[in-house]
Nanobody, 109 residues
Framework: VQLQASGGGLVQTGGSLRLSCAAS????????MAWHRQAPGKQRELVAA???????DYADSVKGRFTISRDNAKNTVYLQMDSLRPDDTAVYYC????WGQGTLVTVSS
């Protein structure tokens, strides 16, 4: 399975973006799918995760602003990002046992 992330871009503070992570094969057997991010000069960090059954977990910094979801029928995981802030600027990666390529999110002040 390969993972392809998309949906990044430039947005103003307070704006929204929706990231997608499309898998080349079935993700049904992958229990946990997740989004991570890496800001310039910082370590990669977990942003949000979702189990096959729909249980979610979020980093404290994004709780109440980001929503992770998955569509097993479409083999896709989403990250809805609202109320974006400049410190959300990073390359966002999806993970499902393997890493996908990243998509850059830039939030301007």
């Amino acid at each position: 399975v390969q993972l392809q992330a998309s949906g990044g871009g430039l947005v103003q503070t307070g704006g929204s973006l929706r990231l997608s992570c499309a898998a080349s094969g079935s993700i049904f057997s992958i229990n946990v799918m997740a989004w991570h991010r890496q800001a310039p000069g910082k370590q990669r960090e977990l942003v949000a995760a979702i189990t096959r059954g729909g249980i979610t977990d979020y980093a404290d910094s994004v709780k109440g602003r980001f929503t992770i979801s998955r569509d097993n029928a479409k083999n896709t995981v989403y990250l809805q990002m609202d109320s974006l802030r400049p410190d959300d600027t990073a390359v966002y990666y999806c993970y499902g046992g393997i890493w996908g390529q990243g998509t850059l999110v830039t939030v301007s002040s």
